[in-house]
C-alpha cells in the first residue's frame, strides 16, 4: 500500500451515508454479522483486519458475544473514529484498536480464537503471505472468516475491469476464488469455504447507483459536494458492468485451523 491515506474523513463520511454509521463496506451490519454465520463467537478473542471506524468491532463484541475484539488498520483517521465508538458505546474495555504498519500481523502464534475482516484485505497483494500469517495467530481449532472483493480470474483484467480498479483509486489488489483456495490450503487451513456474493451484491450496486442519481443526489451533493458525488456516479456506473458480467465476485473466505 501506499502512504497516501484512502479514507479520509469526507470518504467515511460519504460511505456512512451509503452503508450505515461506522460501516465502511457494502451492506452494513447484516452483510458483516453474515461473514461468521453459523459461529459461535461467545467468549472468543477476535482479529478485526481492517478495523475501518469500527462499527464492526462494536457489533462483535455488543451484538455477537465476542469477549475481546482487536481492530486493526493502517490509517489514522479511520483508528480515531473506531476508537471514539467504541468509547461512545462503553466497550472500550473489550474493543482494542491498533495503528499498525503495512506487513506481517504484529501479534504472537496462537492469539486469537478468529481472524475476521470485511472487504479490507483487497488491499493486501500477498494472499499467500496473509493467509500463513493469519493462519500463525490462529488458536487450534480457530477460524478465517472473512470477506473480500475478487475478480473471476488471475489472468490481466479486462478493459472495463482495469476502468473500474482505476476509477476507485484505492490501491485494490484482486485476487480470485482458486488463488485464495490454494492460498488457503497451502497455510494449512481446512474446512475451506468460499460463498459468492456476486449475485447479492449485483443488485444492491444498482440500488446505489440509483440513489445517487436518483432523488437523493441533491441531498448527498449537499453534503459532500457536487463533484465528490459525480465522481461516486462514475465509478458506479463502471463497477456494474463488470459485476453483472461476473468478473468482479465479492466473496465471503472461511477456514479452520485443525485442532
Known sequence: MSDEILYDDSHIRFLEDMWGEGFLSPGGADEAALVVEGLDLSGKTVLDIGCGSGAIAVLLAEKLGAARVV????????????RNRAEQKGLSDRIE?????????PFDNESFDVVYSKDSIIHIPDKEA???????????????????????????????????????????????????????????????????????????????????????????????????????????SLMLPVLQSGEHCPHHIRGQKPD
Open 71 to 82: 481492530g486493526i488498520d493502517v490509517e489514522e483517521p479511520v483508528c480515531a473514529a473506531a
Open 97 to 105: 484498536i491498533r495503528l499498525v504498519e503495512p506487513g506481517p500481523l
Open 130 to 236: 496473509l493467509c500463513t500469517d493469519a493462519y500463525r495467530v490462529l488458536r487450534p481449532g480457530g477460524w478465517l472468516a472473512a470477506s473480500d472483493w475478487l475478480i473471476k480470474h488471475d489472468d490481466e483484467p479486462s478493459p472495463e475491469m482495469r476502468d473500474y480498479i482505476r476509477a476507485e483509486d484505492l490501491d485494490f489488489a484482486m485476487a480470485s476464488p482458486a488463488r485464495y483456495n490454494t492460498a488457503m490450503q497451502a497455510a494449512g487451513f481446512t474446512n475451506i469455504a468460499l460463498r459468492n456474493r456476486n449475485a447479492w451484491y449485483r443488485d444492491v450496486a444498482a440500488e446505489e447507483l440509483e440513489r445517487l442519481t436518483g432523488n437523493e443526489r441533491t441531498l448527498l451533493e449537499a453534503a459532500h459536494g457536487a463533484d465528490f458525488i459525480a465522481g461516486q456516479v462514475s465509478t458506479w
